[in-house]
C-alpha cells in the first residue's frame, strides 16, 4: 500500500481545454462528474486501486460511497475493468476542484477573458461548447472584432491563423514568489540595524529636549501626583458651581411662581372693582402699592 496521500495541489489535463490544469484537493463528498483522488486504499498493493489514483464519480451512493471510473488516467495501473467504490471505510479520498491555474511547456498561466494584445500568447475556446485544441497561439495583429495569429495546424489539420474576441483566451504568466537569498536577509537585517541605530539617536535628542537629564525619571511620577491633586481640585470646584447652580435655578422658579400667583390675584381684583363700584379708592390704592413692591 502506498505512502499517505498528502498533497494538495494535483495537475491533470483539462477535458475541455486539453491542456494541463492545477487542481486542489478538498475534503468533501463528491459529486456525479467529479474528479476524486484517493488518499486511504487498504487493499493489497497492485490490486483495485491505491492511494494517489485518479478517477472520475460515474454514480453517489449517499455518505460520501461513490462509483469511480479510474480509466483514462495516468494511474499506476487499472485493475480489471477499472469501475470501483471508493469512501465505504475501508477507503476514502478528496474531491479535486479546478483552479484558474494551467500549465504549458513547464510555465504556469492564468487565462484570462479580455481583449489580447499583440505579442500575448492565447488559445482558442470554442464560445459555445468551451473547449479548446490546447494549442498556444501568439497574436500577431489586433483588430476591432478579431486578432490575428502566427499561423498553425490544429489536430484536425487544418490551418488556424486568427480567432473573435470571444473564442480564446489570453495566457498570463503566473510568477511564483520567489525565495529570499542568504544575502537578501542579510541586508534585511542591516537595514533594521540601522533604523534601530536612527531611533536610538532621535530618542536621545527628545530626552534632551525634553531636559530629560535635568528633571531625572523621578520627576515624571511627581508630574502625576501633581495633575492627580490638580484634577481633585477641579472636581471640588465643579461640585460647588453645580450645587450653586441649582440654588440659584430654585430662587429662579420661586420668583416666577409668585409672579403668576400675584398676576391672578390682579385679574382677580380687577374683575372685583369692575363689578363693584362700592370700593374705595383707598383699597384700590393699596393693592397697586402691593403690585409695585412686587416688581409688577
Not at 9 to 17: A, N
Not at 204 to 230: C, D, K, T, V, Y
Request: hydrophobic fraction near 35%; aromatic fraction near 8%; include cysteine.
Amino acid at each position: 500500500m502506498m505512502t499517505e496521500e498528502k498533497r494538495t495541489k494535483h495537475v491533470l489535463k483539462d477535458e475541455k481545454l486539453g491542456i494541463d490544469r492545477e487542481y486542489v484537493a478538498v475534503d468533501r463528498n463528491a459529486k456525479v462528474g467529479e474528479t476524486i483522488v484517493v488518499t486511504k486504499a487498504e487493499y493489497v498493493e497492485g490490486e483495485i486501486y491505491e492511494i494517489g489514483h485518479y478517477g472520475k464519480v460515474y454514480n453517489a451512493h449517499g455518505d460520501g460511497v461513490v462509483s469511480v471510473d479510474f480509466n483514462g488516467f495516468d494511474n499506476s495501473f487499472v485493475d480489471d475493468d477499472g469501475e470501483w467504490i471508493v469512501g465505504d471505510g475501508v477507503s476514502a479520498y478528496h474531491v479535486l476542484e479546478p483552479t484558474d491555474i494551467f500549465h504549458i511547456d513547464g510555465e504556469r498561466y492564468r487565462l484570462e477573458e479580455r481583449k489580447a494584445e499583440v505579442g500575448e500568447k492565447v488559445i482558442y475556446v470554442n464560445n459555445e461548447n468551451g473547449e479548446s485544441d490546447g494549442v498556444v497561439a501568439v497574436v500577431s495583429d489586433v483588430g476591432l472584432s478579431s486578432v490575428d495569429v502566427i499561423e498553425y495546424e490544429d489536430y484536425d489539420g487544418e490551418t488556424m491563423c486568427g480567432f473573435s474576441h470571444d473564442a480564446y483566451r489570453v495566457l498570463t504568466t503566473v510568477k511564483d514568489a520567489a525565495e529570499p537569498k542568504e544575502s537578501d536577509v542579510i541586508t534585511v537585517l542591516a537595514n533594521i540595524g540601522a533604523e534601530v541605530a536612527e531611533l536610538k539617536r532621535k530618542n536621545e535628542q527628545f530626552e534632551q529636549a525634553l531636559g530629560w537629564n535635568e528633571m531625572g525619571p523621578g520627576h515624571i511620577p511627581n508630574l502625576r501626583n501633581g495633575l492627580s491633586e490638580l484634577k481633585s481640585v477641579v472636581s471640588v470646584l465643579e461640585e460647588k458651581y453645580e450645587t450653586e447652580l441649582e440654588r440659584m435655578q430654585a430662587e429662579i422658579d420661586a420668583l416666577h411662581e409668585d409672579k403668576v400667583r400675584l398676576g391672578e390675584q390682579l385679574a382677580k381684583v380687577t374683575a372685583d372693582i369692575g363689578g363693584k363700584t362700592e370700593l374705595s379708592g383707598t383699597f384700590i390704592a393699596d393693592v397697586i402699592i402691593g403690585l409695585k413692591r412686587a416688581g409688577l
